[in-house]
C-alpha cells in the first residue's frame, strides 16, 4: 500500500468501486422517499433539515472512500473485505434514516441513533485503512495518522450527541464540532501534512458516476408519476410528463458532463477542495429533484397535502439550487468568470419562475413541469453554441 501513481495512464473505477457504489443507490433512494413523504404531508421545514443531514452523512461517506481509494486502491483481499464492511454501514445508515426524519418533526429529540451506528461502523474501517496505508507508505505516514485522528475524534463526538438526548434545534447547533472536525481533517492532512496520491481523471470519473446515480432519482421520480397518470392506460399526459422527466434529467446531465473536470484537477489539483467538498449539495440537490418529482406524483393522486404551486415548487427549488451551484462551482474550479454565463442564468431564471407563476394560474402540472424542464437546456444550447469556447479558453490557460 505505497500509493498510486498519480500520473497513471487509462485510470478507470474498478468493479469493486461501482459495487460500492450500489449501497449509495439505495442511501440516496432512501433519503429522496423520506423528504418526498415530508413534503407531501406540508412538513417542509423538517423534511428539508432532514434531509440535509442525510446527505451530508451519505454525500461525506462516499467521498472519503472515494479519495482514499484513488491513492491506495490495493484491490486485495484485506481492502475487499474492509470495503464490504464499509457497505455494511451505509445499509444500516440507511435503515435509520426514517427514524431521524420523523424526530425532525415529531420528537423532543433527534433519533439518529441508527444512522450514526451505521455511519461509525463505515468510519472505523476507514480508520483500518489509513493505519494500514501508514504502516507501508512511510513518507505519507503523517497525512495517514492525520485522517485517522480526525476520524477518531469526529466518531467520538457523533456518539455523544447520539446518546445525549438534547433537544433537536440544540443537536444541530452541536453538529456543527464534528462536522468541521470531518472536514477540516482531510483539508489539514493533504495540505500541512503532505498528502496522498490521489488521481484527477479518476476523481473526475467517481463524481461524475455518482452525479449518474443522483439522477436515477429523477428517472425513478417520473416513472412513479407517470404510473399514477397510466392507470387506464398511456395517456397523453403521461407521455408529457414522461417526456419532461426526462428532458429534465437528461439536460442536468449534458451540463455536468461539460465541464473538463479530469482535465482542470490534474493541472490545478490546488482547486481539488472546492471541488470535493462542493459536490454534497448538488448531489444533494439532484436528489432532491427525484423527491420532488414523487411529490408531484402524490399531487397526481390526490395524497398530498400540498396544492398546485407548492408541488412544483418542490421541483423548481431544487432545479434552481442545482443551476446556480453547477455555475458557481464551474467558476470556482476554473477560476475565470465568463460574461454569458450571466445571461445564461438570467434565461434560465425564466425557466424557473414561469412554471410557478402558470401554476398559480391553475395550468396542469404536466404542463409546468414541461417548461421547468427547459432549464437545464438553456445551458446545454448555450454551450454547444457559444460557451464551449470558452471551455477551450480554459484548457489552453492550463497549458500556460
Same mark, same amino acid.
Given at each position: 500500500m505505497l500509493g498510486r501513481d498519480p500520473h497513471e495512464?487509462?485510470?478507470? =473505477?474498478?468493479?469493486? @468501486?461501482?459495487?460500492?457504489?450500489?449501497? !449509495?443507490?439505495?442511501?440516496?433512494g432512501t433519503a429522496a422517499? @423520506?423528504?418526498?413523504?415530508? &413534503?407531501?404531508?406540508?412538513?417542509? %421545514?423538517?423534511?428539508?433539515?432532514?434531509?440535509? !443531514?442525510?446527505?451530508f452523512g451519505i454525500s461525506w461517506a462516499w467521498i472519503n472512500f472515494t479519495w482514499f481509494a484513488s491513492a491506495y486502491d490495493t484491490d486485495d483481499w484485506i481492502y475487499r473485505l474492509t470495503t464490504m464492511l464499509q457497505m455494511v454501514g451505509v445499509l444500516v445508515f440507511a435503515l435509520g434514516l426514517h427514524a431521524m426524519f420523523k424526530s425532525v418533526h415529531d420528537g423532543d429529540t433527534l433519533d439518529n441513533d441508527v444512522m450514526v451506528w451505521g455511519y461509525v461502523v463505515m468510519r472505523v474501517a476507514?480508520? !483500518?485503512? +489509513? *493505519?494500514?496505508?501508514?504502516?507501508?507508505d512511510e513518507s505519507r505516514r503523517g497525512a495517514c495518522r492525520t485522517y485517522i485522528v480526525s476520524i477518531l475524534v469526529a466518531q467520538v463526538l457523533w456518539c455523544v450527541l447520539a446518546l445525549v438526548d438534547l433537544p433537536v434545534a440544540t443537536t444541530f447547533v452541536l453538529m456543527a464540532i464534528p462536522f468541521l472536525v470531518e472536514i477540516g481533517g482531510?483539508? $489539514?492532512? @493533504?495540505?500541512?501534512?503532505?498528502?496522498?496520491? *490521489?488521481?484527477?481523471?479518476?476523481?473526475?470519473?467517481?463524481? =461524475? &458516476?455518482m452525479v449518474i446515480i443522483a439522477l436515477g432519482e429523477g428517472m425513478i421520480g417520473t416513472m412513479v408519476s407517470i404510473t399514477a397518470l397510466s392507470e387506464d392506460g398511456l395517456t397523453w399526459n403521461a407521455t408529457l410528463l414522461a417526456l419532461a422527466g426526462t428532458a429534465l434529467t437528461f439536460g442536468i446531465w449534458w451540463c455536468y458532463f461539460a465541464v473538463p473536470t479530469g482535465d482542470i484537477l490534474h493541472a490545478r489539483r490546488e482547486? =481539488?477542495?472546492?471541488?470535493? $467538498? %462542493?459536490?454534497?449539495?448538488?448531489?444533494?440537490?439532484?436528489?432532491?429533484? %427525484?423527491a420532488g418529482l414523487h411529490v408531484a406524483a402524490y399531487y397526481l393522486e390526490h395524497a398530498t397535502h400540498l396544492g398546485l404551486t407548492a408541488t412544483v415548487l418542490t421541483v423548481v427549488v431544487p432545479v434552481a439550487a442545482f443551476t446556480v451551484m453547477f455555475y458557481a462551482g464551474y467558476t470556482v474550479l476554473t477560476r475565470t468568470f465568463d460574461a454569458f454565463h450571466a445571461v445564461l442564468l438570467a434565461i434560465s431564471a425564466i425557466t424557473l419562475v414561469l412554471?410557478?407563476?402558470?401554476?398559480?394560474?391553475?395550468?396542469? &402540472?404536466? *404542463?409546468?413541469?414541461?417548461?421547468? =424542464?427547459?432549464?437545464? +437546456?438553456?445551458?446545454?444550447?448555450?454551450?454547444?453554441?457559444?460557451?464551449?469556447?470558452?471551455?477551450?479558453e480554459v484548457l489552453e490557460s492550463l497549458r500556460d
Amino acid at each position: 500500500m505505497l500509493g498510486r501513481d498519480p500520473h497513471e495512464g487509462h485510470r478507470a =473505477s474498478t468493479p469493486l @468501486e461501482l459495487l460500492f457504489d450500489l449501497t !449509495f443507490v439505495v442511501a440516496f433512494g432512501t433519503a429522496a422517499n @423520506e423528504l418526498a413523504h415530508a &413534503l407531501a404531508e406540508d412538513h417542509v %421545514g423538517a423534511g428539508v433539515i432532514a434531509f440535509c !443531514f442525510a446527505t451530508f452523512g451519505i454525500s461525506w461517506a462516499w467521498i472519503n472512500f472515494t479519495w482514499f481509494a484513488s491513492a491506495y486502491d490495493t484491490d486485495d483481499w484485506i481492502y475487499r473485505l474492509t470495503t464490504m464492511l464499509q457497505m455494511v454501514g451505509v445499509l444500516v445508515f440507511a435503515l435509520g434514516l426514517h427514524a431521524m426524519f420523523k424526530s425532525v418533526h415529531d420528537g423532543d429529540t433527534l433519533d439518529n441513533d441508527v444512522m450514526v451506528w451505521g455511519y461509525v461502523v463505515m468510519r472505523v474501517a476507514m480508520v !483500518f485503512q +489509513w *493505519w494500514r496505508a501508514g504502516q507501508h507508505d512511510e513518507s505519507r505516514r503523517g497525512a495517514c495518522r492525520t485522517y485517522i485522528v480526525s476520524i477518531l475524534v469526529a466518531q467520538v463526538l457523533w456518539c455523544v450527541l447520539a446518546l445525549v438526548d438534547l433537544p433537536v434545534a440544540t443537536t444541530f447547533v452541536l453538529m456543527a464540532i464534528p462536522f468541521l472536525v470531518e472536514i477540516g481533517g482531510p483539508a $489539514y492532512a @493533504e495540505k500541512r501534512r503532505g498528502g496522498t496520491p *490521489w488521481h484527477a481523471h479518476h476523481i473526475a470519473e467517481r463524481y =461524475s &458516476l455518482m452525479v449518474i446515480i443522483a439522477l436515477g432519482e429523477g428517472m425513478i421520480g417520473t416513472m412513479v408519476s407517470i404510473t399514477a397518470l397510466s392507470e387506464d392506460g398511456l395517456t397523453w399526459n403521461a407521455t408529457l410528463l414522461a417526456l419532461a422527466g426526462t428532458a429534465l434529467t437528461f439536460g442536468i446531465w449534458w451540463c455536468y458532463f461539460a465541464v473538463p473536470t479530469g482535465d482542470i484537477l490534474h493541472a490545478r489539483r490546488e482547486r =481539488s477542495f472546492a471541488f470535493g $467538498y %462542493g459536490h454534497m449539495p448538488i448531489f444533494g440537490a439532484i436528489v432532491a429533484i %427525484g423527491a420532488g418529482l414523487h411529490v408531484a406524483a402524490y399531487y397526481l393522486e390526490h395524497a398530498t397535502h400540498l396544492g398546485l404551486t407548492a408541488t412544483v415548487l418542490t421541483v423548481v427549488v431544487p432545479v434552481a439550487a442545482f443551476t446556480v451551484m453547477f455555475y458557481a462551482g464551474y467558476t470556482v474550479l476554473t477560476r475565470t468568470f465568463d460574461a454569458f454565463h450571466a445571461v445564461l442564468l438570467a434565461i434560465s431564471a425564466i425557466t424557473l419562475v414561469l412554471p410557478v407563476l402558470m401554476a398559480s394560474a391553475d395550468v396542469d &402540472l404536466v *404542463w409546468c413541469l414541461l417548461v421547468l =424542464s427547459l432549464t437545464p +437546456w438553456v445551458t446545454v444550447l448555450g454551450y454547444e453554441t457559444v460557451a464551449y469556447k470558452h471551455n477551450i479558453e480554459v484548457l489552453e490557460s492550463l497549458r500556460d
